[in-house]
């Protein structure tokens, strides 16, 4: 144990060793000024390629602006710090390091305002002359997309000088080096988040590929290392499975069958997406390999690491040369070449050194999240690592043991505990260091993820491993058979294990974040911890961990049992998407277009479903699907009958991996029950296939409990027949509230059927400026004519339903002209 920690060390009586695992207290890093100067070059350089040309003091209150201030508040905090610590050694590090870093930011800002100026000049220059005068160059594999295949191109003109660098959007995918010629159109960035995110990476804008002319794949040396991936890739053939997928992505780099499978979504749910992104775990893998192999042989050290970093740079071509490989690649040619010049290792100072220089020579990195990204964690890592597995060492040191047997267990449990703690602090490093970058980015938090990278690295080394030896095989197919086969068998195992963690709940929960107040939060903490630097004791981090647990777990029971009746109808943009709960019990009604529809439940508190009831199978009602996995528990989907055989198999498999099984179906006159709510199927009455409006689940909805009441009827996209036939059977009469069918559409129900309805409170869900014109005025003027009050989504966001004794209760999001308050009151 080290000096201070739970007081003095006490003497037992007998004899006893200490756990072998027991780690010293990490010492305070050294903070390179190349960390300052990287800081202060990325900033600048982001803020003249977000901003424009002509900066001015209104960046001071932009995101950018704070995370300047803040930084340059850590350097000065720090620098001090530093100075009162060395008073008498270096009197003037302070104003030189300063120096060092104005300099620092005064050349990012020169070299953003030349990396601008390029991107302008060369969508000035493509803007003047048509796409087939033009030669394309794909860079790197690009990606499936809504409409089409999207990746990035060079430009280059006849006389072979590259013009610049754009988006390429292509009905059909084309091969990573290919040069391709043809027609199409180009669109230069414009002023909104896309267009200045594109421009901040050096894209000129976009070309959209109407019809290929010619194309040819890559000559010379290139073209051998990428005619060798495609043939391993075959031999691989990752669309037979989900193991061969990310066998496919893990070892060769391309990622397209991971996303075409949608586990894509899985390996974000689990914060593993880093895996299958080659970079530093990859080359650490072939590293290892390498220098196993070349350990043996009598060559110089000089000789072995230039091999190595060889067959790494081949490596790195060979998978497409992805943006992630290439910074790892340079971060190890700068350790490796530091070595050679007889410096010794220092991570934090090589990574800084290497990350500076690439923001250097290429401005355009400063606005590449998966730079970002790397820089943070890495960074983190470096300053942080080694403190917070400590702190977990401390937390979880088992007790000492006598001799004999149990030392030997404890041994060996000591080792495993040490190595496990070492995974999750950097893991839990890592995370926090990237966490404002990554929530107002993609809006969630994997909670699993520092478990889920314990437990999938060792399956993820071995897959590598085997899959790399299966690729050195290829020609060889006898040979490379077995080897394939238990690469597969790793790869599967992988996947099982990432499916299983990704559908334990709350393993990702969905956050609406700024970037500025997390970052605020985050400089503000590792400064006083550095400057700090506290001795973790044992009994105060078992007291706030008991702490975070108790209070985990009453949020769980808040969220899971305390939730009061009411009927939601979300606001997911164009698309439906209605959540009926009672306390502990939840059923959606359709998920929406897409992702919105986890952020919608997480505004409710939800985490758990008893049902998802699907209408039908249009896809803005259908979409979300694949995005609550993970997100969410859900024992069960329902479709109606006959529609089970036509779900796509995409959506087929969103819903096995979200409920563990396929989707169950129910019929006309079937109910469902969500606490004291009840849900009666009233249409359709016979088989249908899921494929029209008229095909859409209607649900007649229920509710009657100590005195509170609430009837509704929800419509899915069905129209004014299918409305017709339900009041003419009299499954559905009066009602309190209803849920307007197709998104309030001219067809959704006729004056009659609505004077029928009589509902207090109409709600169409739309979104803003949707090309239908929903809802249209015959359908608002038809409710208003019955005296039901009209609310759409596109308006006032999610409408919520509460039963009451003298009739319901309406809250809104926003209330235009008023508050949700007034709109409840009104009702």
Known sequence: MCEGEEGATRVASVSRVPDSSATRMPTRPAIPVTLWCLVAVILAERTVLRHGMSPSFDLLVTPTGVAASLCLAAVIITMLFRKRRDRGRDKHHVPVAALFVLAAGLAGALLGWLALARVTSAAEALSTSPVSAWSLEVEGDMAEGGRGWWGRAGVYGENGANVGTVWLSSPSRLECGSVVSCVGRFKPNGDDEWGVSSRMQGLAGTVSVVHVIASREADGPLGVVLRARKAVLASFSPDESDGAAVLAGSVCGDRAPIRSRGLDGVFATCGASHLVAVSGGHLAILSGALAALLGKTRLGPGVRGSLALGVIVLFIVFC???????????????????????????????????????????????????????????????????????????????????????????????????????????????????????????????????????????????????????????????????????????????????????????????????????????????????????????????????????????????????????????????????????????????????????????????????????????????????????????????????????????????????????????????????????????????????????????????????????????????????????????????????????????????????????????????????????????CMDVLAGAGSVFLCTKDVGDVTVRPGVRGPTVFTERTPGGSAAAMASAM
């Open 320 to 778: 497409g040369a992805p943006a992630s490989a290439m910074r790892a690649g340079i971060m190890s040619c700068v350790s490796f070449g530091g070595s050679l010049v007889g410096r010794r290792s220092h991570a934090l100072s090589s990574t800084c050194a290497a990350a500076f220089a690439m923001a250097l020579l290429d401005p355009y990195v400063s606005g590449q999240l998966g730079f970002l990204l790397s820089v943070a964690s890495v960074v983190g890592i470096c300053l942080f690592g080694s403190y917070a597995s400590y702190a977990l060492d401390v937390l979880t040191r088992l007790p000492r043991h006598s001799g004999g047997r149990l030392l030997a267990l404890a041994h060996g449990l000591g080792r495993l505990r040490s190595n496990a703690c070492d995974a999750l602090g950097v893991s839990l490093v890592a995370q926090l260091f990237t966490l404002p970058l990554t929530c107002p980015t993609f809006g969630e938090v994997s909670l699993i993820a520092p478990i889920a990278n314990l437990v999938l690295a060792p399956l993820f080394a071995g897959l590598v491993s085997l899959g790399l030896g299966a690729a050195v095989l290829t020609p060889l197919p006898a040979l490379q058979s077995p080897v394939l086969a238990a690469a597969e068998g790793v790869s599967q195992a992988f996947c099982k294990v990432l499916s299983t963690l990704a559908r334990l709940p709350l393993a990702c929960l969905t956050m609406e974040a700024s970037a500025a107040p997390m970052l605020a939060v985050l400089c503000g903490a590792c400064v006083a911890l550095y400057v700090v630097w506290p001795v973790p004791r044992r009994r105060l981090l078992v007291r706030f961990a008991a702490v975070l647990a108790c209070g985990a777990v009453a949020l769980l029971l808040g969220l899971r049992l305390l939730q009061p009746a009411r009927v939601c109808v979300f606001d997911v943009g164009q698309g439906d998407a209605i959540l009926v709960a009672d306390g502990s019990a939840a059923v959606l009604v359709d998920t929406g277009p897409d992702e919105a529809i986890s952020l919608a439940l997480t505004r409710q508190g939800v985490i758990h479903l008893d049902a998802i009831v699907l209408t039908h199978l249009h896809d803005d009602h259908v979409g979300g699907m694949d995005d609550l996995v993970g997100r969410v528990a859900c024992e069960r989907v329902l479709v109606a009958k006959g529609v089970a055989e036509k779900i796509p198999a995409e959506l087929s498999a969103s819903i096995s991996r979200l409920s563990g099984h396929e989707a169950e179906e129910i019929s006309y006159g079937d109910t469902i029950r969500a606490g004291s709510f009840s849900l009666r199927v009233v249409s359709p009455t016979e088989p249908v296939d899921g494929g029209d409006n008229a095909d859409s689940l209607m649900l007649a909805v229920s509710y009657e409990h100590n005195g509170d009441e609430l009837s509704a009827l929800l419509t899915g996209d069905a129209e004014k027949d299918e409305t017709a036939a339900c009041l003419a059977r009299g499954d559905v009469g009066d009602i309190d509230f209803l849920k307007v069918g197709h998104h309030g559409s001219e067809v959704s129900l006729t004056a009659d059927e609505a004077a029928l309805l009589d509902p207090e409170v109409s709600v169409a869900s739309a979104g803003e400026g949707n090309k239908y014109g929903h809802p249209r005025k015959e």
